[in-house]
């Protein structure tokens, strides 16, 4: 049974911080691309950041120089280090791991920046 576990979310005033964490079983970890998505109220889920097999990085531009997307395949979790947070970061955050015509989800974690 594949499970994606996110946690870290929470209330951080505008300017703070936050590190987000997904924990993985259930599938080969280290051969997935891994990636955080997000989802504001009344807005499609985008894409944030993800993380290829072979550790190579890609950001929104919205989020470039602000958000660190990392993985550690001993431990099987991917981490996104949020520096900086504006207002407009505030949505719920979800885990996916990705493999050809395979796609995870986790159940996603809130992150609210507010003062």
């Known amino acids: 049974q594949v499970q994606l576990v996110e946690s870290g979310g929470g209330l951080v005033q505008p300017g703070g911080s936050l590190r987000l964490s997904c924990a993985a079983s259930g599938i080969a970890f280290r051969t997935y691309t891994m990636g955080w998505y997000r989802q504001a109220p009344g807005k499609q889920r985008e894409l944030v950041a993800h993380?290829?097999?072979?550790?190579?990085?890609m950001y929104a531009d919205s989020v470039k120089g602000r958000f660190t997307i990392s993985r550690d395949n001993a431990e099987n979790t991917v981490y996104l280090q949020m520096n900086s947070l504006k207002p407009d970061d505030t949505a719920v955050y979800y885990c996916n791991g990705h493999i050809s015509a395979h796609d995870y989800w986790g159940q996603g974690t809130q992150v609210t920046v507010s003062s």
């Open positions: 993380i290829t097999s072979a550790g190579n990085t």
